[in-house]
Nanobody, 123 residues
Framework: QVQLAESGGGLVQAGGSLRLSCAAS???????MGWFRQAPGKEREFVAA????????YYADSVKGRFTVSRTNAENAVYLQMNSLKPEDTAVYYC?????????????????WGQGTQVTVSS
């Protein structure tokens, strides 16, 4: 079992940057990790994913070139560096862990979830 806790959210102006962190407990290094977000009134959507060893990384088209996902297994942590933020990036951001290999982009493919951290981008 894996327990996840996000941090690093906040209020930022458009064009600014934030770095989200996700601290994990349990057998973290065995799991692929993903970041998702959910805006008010919208479904939770995929943002980025990284395989257990960091060898494979995937991004949603909407964040490609602006966001960077990384992980440090020795520290049981995964990160999401967000640059050039836009108002449409405003959402609650969640990290999640999956035991499924490959390009894992769907909510139902993830086994464990954090509580989320709010990111608000002002125009």
């Amino acid at each position: 079992q894996v327990q996840l806790a996000e941090s690093g959210g906040g209020l930022v102006q458009a064009g600014g940057s934030l770095r989200l962190s996700c601290a994990a407990s349990g057998r973290f290094s065995s799991y692929g990790m993903g970041w998702f977000r959910q805006a008010p009134g919208k479904e939770r959507e995929f943002v980025a994913a990284i395989s257990w060893n960091g060898a494979r990384i995937y991004y949603a088209d909407s964040v490609k070139g602006r966001f960077t996902v990384s992980r440090t297994n020795a520290e049981n942590a995964v990160y999401l560096q967000m640059n050039s933020l836009k108002p449409e990036d405003t959402a609650v951001y969640y990290c999640a862990a999956t035991g499924t290999t490959g390009e894992v982009r769907r909510v139902y493919e993830y086994d464990y979830w954090g509580q989320g951290t709010q990111v608000t981008v002002s125009s």
